[in-house]
């Protein structure tokens, strides 16, 4: 399905496609992007993408975007996502820039700005912590102004490549006595401040994806503090809003739907009646994807028109992840045997993995999509979002 | 219909509970899946000791004459401690194809190395090409002598790294998918012509594909009729694998109802919340339809019932699914800490995961179901 395009935007689309044909590097055509490239080579498209002014979409012309329309911005989302190019860190580009170039002081923003945009900083998201995942607002990680720091203390958790960052954006209470929301403050912490260590936590596709941060007694220059003390939850509302908008992941389904098919066919003898069960199923998956980009065009198509979806956004990270977790699973399903094999973390090429090449990432790939209903704010929580915000349940 | 344990039952039940709480906690797990083996001789030899290993055969062949209850029993107690040693594989499998199918000679000279633990089996049956067609069959045997040589691939065999003996499915005579003509064979696992690739699988355990050139094998069973011998193994097979999934069902909804209970968000527990409570009560639901499946089919494999093989289906995908979405929701519901590799969640899932691969996933065996009550 395709939007209506004008002339204009047609020729933007052939521009987008043949430079990502030209240009994404072949290196970073692994079997699983997400966890076999180093940092170096993860970085590699990114720095293509901000050669050519592309790296920030969403930027404002003025601090380094591309100055694109609505239009432009889906157009862009849909071609590389479609040519499967690993999107740049969302932490830096999509999360903690508009926070700075939205709310910073000018200072933050010519230190910030650039550094994110050429990727010479990799920045991790410092929000959930033990004791707060879904409840955010309860965050305990304790800053404490002393003369121009903030000594930090705390803990927090499923921060995403922290392993990789220069820098966390963290939540912290500035003030204890304000009701949750209230005392909130958000905070730039360089991670080689002395007292921040990162502990892996290894998931169950073997991968090493998030960490444990500790902060302990970490000094941070109070220019590093974002706006007003005591305001960090608005900020933070801001960037979950942004995390949400683009999770349809229609781009990503449908290239594994094909890869799906293919194997399919490889797999299962036409003959063989679990083949037509297997074609009902994709057909069912197919039709949630059609669903859902209908969905998102009729969406775009308004944002045009200057109508912002608000909450129902929530819409499409439930669906989103919930097809992808149908695709995975199906995709675990079709290689048949094949599916009690997972390669091994840290991944080496001496590591022998059975069977045809397009079932070996099947099995990680199957136990990593677990996580795709849990994170980014729960599904339970998104509905709550579309009852509450939406239906005035 | 709910089963009475006997007192021997209970025994035995009592002891590998024992046995498991002392010598099985998910810490020494880890420890057992990370060693240099990836499984521990020493708990083989424990189990060998309480006479699990002896369980379910017949008193005549050396067994305690446990028979399916006792596979029941013990299968259940592994799967709430996630024991990854081959005892599906050695004593279910080949065990009981090798006492339903061996001569005198064949049951004297390998029942009792199983039963005391010196020796451990596995079969392999599966192919690249075979899916979860027992009938599928490409590995080819030609009679020499009084032996067979047989020639051709297996894969995906699980416990075929530990193994000493496998028995393999053969074809002797026929085309590659007919039902007739599929052999099997007795192969000494260091035989020449063995050749094995090592790895491991999702839930912790070692698996190989093995490569067979003019391997010697022994012929255990008719020649011909292996495919027959093959549903009677899967049949019984089917009955451990649901007691495994079904304790590690058990485990999952007690980890999750205790999470639920103390996990606070919000101000309260999560288990407050009604979306949650009544996820947790589908759970519940789903547990106590696979347990009573379960004991349904367990018992049908001790009084060989006429539609055993239609209902180990039917239980193979009802179980099947149940641990499906019961292992999601234990994940769901845990938030982050159920994809960690750290808490043991993860872990049933991946169990659950694999045992709804082997010997076919739920949607092959509900479309099997449907077929033997069309051919019926």
Known sequence: ?393 | MDIQFTEEQELLRSSVQRLLRDQYAFEARRKIVASEEGFSRKQWAAFAELGLLAAPFSEGAGGLGGGPLSTMIVMHEFGRRLVVEPYVETVVLAGGLIEQLGTPEQQQSFLPEIIEGSKIWTLAWTEKASRFDLANVTTRARREGSDYVLTGAKTMVIAAPWADYLIVSARTSGEDRDRGGVSLFVVDRRASGVDLQSFKTIDGRRAAEISLRDVRGQLLGAEGEGVAALEACRDRAIGALCAEAVGAIGELNSATLEYSKTRKQFGTTIGAFQVLQHRMVDMFIAHQEALSLMQHLSLSLSTGDSALSRLASGAKSKIGYAGRFVADQAVQLHGGMGMTDELNVGHYFKRISSINIQFGDPAFHVLRYAQLDAAA
């Open chain 1, 1 to 393: 399905m395709e939007l209506k395009l004008s002339p204009e935007d047609a020729a933007f689309r052939d521009e987008v496609r043949t430079f990502i044909a030209e240009s994404y590097p072949p290196e970073m055509r692994v079997p699983n992007p997400e966890t076999d490239l180093t940092k170096e080579q993860s970085l590699l498209w990114h720095r293509i993408l901000h050669k050519k002014g592309w790296i920030a979409p969403l930027w404002p012309k003025e601090y380094g975007g591309p100055g694109w329309s609505v239009t432009q911005r889906f157009i862009f989302e849909q071609e590389t996502s479609r040519a499967g190019t690993l999107p740049p860190l969302a932490f830096s580009v999509t999360m903690v820039g508009p926070v700075i170039y939205t709310f910073g002081n000018e200072a933050q923003k010519k230190k910030f700005l650039p550094r994110i945009l050429s990727g010479e900083d990799w920045w991790c998201q410092g929000y959930s912590e033990p004791g707060s995942g879904s409840d955010l607002a309860t965050v305990r990680t304790k800053a404490v102004r002393e003369g121009d720091h903030y000594i930090v203390n705390g803990h927090k958790t499923w921060t995403t490549l922290a392993q990789h960052a220069d820098w966390i954006f963290c939540l912290v209470r500035t003030d204890p006595s304000a009701k949750p929301q209230s005392g909130i403050s958000f905070l730039l912490i360089d991670m080689k401040s002395p007292g921040v260590t990162v502990r892996p936590i290894i998931t169950i596709d073997g991968s090493h994806e998030v960490n444990d941060v500790f902060l302990e007694n970490v000094r941070v220059p109070v220019e590093n503090l974002v706006g007003e003390e005591n305001k960090g939850w608005t900020y933070a509302k801001f960037l979950l809003g942004n995390e949400r908008t683009s999770m349809a992941g229609i781009g990503r389904s449908t290239r594994y739907i094909n890869k799906l098919k293919q194997i399919v066919k490889a797999e299962i003898p036409a003959d063989d009646p679990a083949h037509l069960e297997f074609l009902r199923d994709i057909a069912r998956i197919e039709l949630d994807v059609l669903a859902l980009e209908a969905t998102e065009l009729r969406v775009v198509a308004q944002m045009a028109r200057g109508i912002d979806p608000g909450p129902a956004a929530s819409l499409f990270k439930i669906r989103g992840t919930e097809i992808f977790q149908d695709i995975t699973e199906l995709t675990h399903r079709a290689i048949g045997n094949y599916g009690l094999a997972i390669r091994e973390h840290p991944v080496s090429a001496n590591r022998f993995m059975p069977g045809p090449d397009y079932g070996h990432t099947a099995s990680e790939k199957y136990l990593n999509a677990r996580k795709l209903s849990i994170y980014g704010g729960s599904n339970e929580i998104q509905r709550n979002i579309i009852a509450k915000a939406v239906l005035g349940l």
